[in-house]
């Protein structure tokens, strides 16, 4: 990677912080003195964010984050852009790094067994294997494992209410049916992981690293992905080896918008597209109309709007 570019680094790690809210200040100093921006989320369970900055900033960063307790080891994605896709850095402190709405479910006691790229294949190809995609269902839409089980949900907190809903239909009468689970960068699968340990499932298997390391690594001809898959930054989707896809956002509700979707007359750039035209009202369009006039003027400048910042996730 060139050292003019700017790194973006997606990172998680379950761990035991005693007192989160004691870290937010020192971790936020660390990050504004590396000149480091982006979110990160802080809580007992542990620490979750995206962040970018120079490749010496980044270095900083991780260096203070592999400093917390537990996290040694943190879980680390890279990416470049040729510009800065953030433009400010908040550090915060969550019931949870990733929302599952079960603050009491601790990830540490027991969670699936890692599965890297290499072998993911051989394993959801494995008969009786249930493979089931974390995500959320716009995700779902842009790209999936061939064969993998779409919960449908809209968030993953609804997804405890959904396995216990389907679970006598996902498993059978299978004494010890074998699952495997995946998601964009690993976070969500390894904590679903978690909640399926504490249901009594014991034969549970995640993706390391998530759908981003397989795609960065797994050759296309050997892949069992197909279509894109989403990315909670300013690429909005990639393929493999983590090339820009074809979806833009819609910046009205932040979801993937396909080719397709932009044809369609419902699709305003910056103001609405088909999945989310009938849910804003007149008033709200006339505000995104006006916010992404705003941000055509400041990009003309060659200057940064607040209004363009990205969402972040895993």
């Known amino acids: 990677m060139p050292e003019a570019a700017i790194r973006i680094a997606a990172l998680y790690q379950f761990a035991a912080i005693a007192d989160p809210a004691v870290l937010r200040e020192p971790l936020l100093r660390a990050c504004r003195a590396a000149g480091v921006r982006g979110t990160l989320l802080l809580a007992a369970e542990g620490i979750n964010g995206t962040i970018a900055g120079s490749p010496a900033g980044i270095d900083a960063v991780l260096g203070a984050i592999r400093a917390l307790p537990g996290c040694a080891g943190v879980e680390v994605k890279f990416a470049a852009a ?14 949870e ?42 995700e779902v ?44 960068g690993g976070i969500r699968c ?31 001809e050997d892949s069992r992905w197909h279509g894109e898959c989403f990315v909670f930054d300013a690429r909005v989707t990639v393929g493999h080896g983590l090339v820009p896809g074809s979806h833009s956002l819609c910046h009205a509700c932040r979801r993937p918008v396909s080719a397709e979707g932009r044809a ?12 989310c035209h009938s849910a804003r009202s007149e008033a709200q369009r006339a505000r995104y109309r006006e916010r992404h006039r705003q941000e055509a003027l400041a990009t003309a400048r060659g200057e940064a709007h607040v209004g363009a910042v990205m969402g972040e996730d895993s």
């Open 141 to 184: 839409a842009v790209g999936s494992f061939a064969g993998a089980i779409n919960p449908a949900t809209a968030s993953f907190r609804d997804f405890p209410t959904w396995f216990r809903a389907e679970r006598a239909r996902l498993l059978g009468e299978r004494a010890q049916p074998r699952v495997a689970m995946f998601c964009t």
């Open 97 to 138: 790094i990733v929302t599952m709405g079960m603050p009491d479910l601790d990830p540490l006691a027991a969670t699936g067994t890692y599965i890297g790229a290499a072998g993911w294949n051989a394993l959801i190809a494995e008969p009786g294997t249930i493979l089931i995609d974390t995500r959320n269902d716009y």
């Open 190 to 220: 390894e904590k679903a992981t978690a909640f399926l340990k504490s249901e009594g499932v014991a034969d549970v298997f995640h993706l390391q690293g998530g759908i981003l390391k397989y795609l960065e690594t797994m050759p296309a």
């Open 82 to 95: 040729a510009i800065q896709p953030f433009h400010r850095m908040k550090v915060r402190v969550k019931p």
């Open 264 to 275: 369609s007359p419902l699709y305003e750039d910056g103001v609405s597209c088909a999945a």
